[in-house]
């Protein structure tokens, strides 16, 4: 009986597993649509992002008014998202890690995914292909909001990640010293 219940839990939980990365979609599975909105006409002011960890949303503001809303993925356990209040300090239009991806071969399969390079050894003939992660602002350290993977759950590296689209709306409207207060 034990036997059958683990075999049921096991496909669930390998793509959990998967998914627990700062990279883009994996190749095969499509994008949840995201749950959002934008609508900038008539915000002025000063822009702002608000993140809050426990809906896994951004609100983003112009002024007072608030011009867009957006799903995002934040930390997993043992990457949390810090919170605490931060500016935007870069922002990249196509920026690639150096930090988390895949290993792959020559042929350019992927021999080892969702690493760490500073942790996972490189297999013998592999070389490493960091993730993708476009319209990056980096607010503090390796911590950035970019375009990523958003399932319905924290699921990256501490990043946080808003869905294709969303993360374009939210890069063209900040600028750098934009405050973003995660909470």
């Known amino acids: ?17 998967f998914f627990s990365s700062c990279a883009e979609v994996p190749p095969g599975l499509q994008q949840p649509a995201p749950s959002g909105w934008w609508n900038d006409q008539g915000g002025s002011g000063s822009p702002r992002i608000f993140v809050h960890l426990s809906e896994q ?10 011009v867009g809303e957006s799903t995002v993925s934040t930390g997993k356990r ?9 500016h935007v300090v870069s922002k990249s239009i196509d920026h690639v890690s150096s930090i988390f991806g895949d290993y792959v071969d020559k042929a350019g399969n992927v021999v080892k995914s969702d690493v760490d390079s500073r942790k996972d050894r490189r297999p013998a003939g592999a070389h490493f292909d960091g993730a993708r992660m476009p319209y990056a602002m ?17 699921a990256s590296h ?3 990640r808003l869905p294709k689209g969303m993360a374009e709306h939210f890069y063209n409207a900040a600028h750098e010293g934009t405050p973003v207060i995660v909470k």
Do not use: D, N, W
């Open 78 to 86: 043992g990457f949390s998202t810090p919170p605490g209040y931060y």
């Open 138 to 154: 980096f607010f503090r350290g390796g911590y950035a909001m970019h375009q990523g993977f958003v399932p319905p759950y924290a």
């Open 1 to 17: 009986m034990k036997l059958i219940q683990l075999a049921r839990l096991l496909p669930t939980t390998a793509l959990a597993i």
């Open 158 to 160: 501490g990043c946080i």
């Open 57 to 66: 949303k951004a609100y983003f503001y112009k002024g007072e008014k608030l």
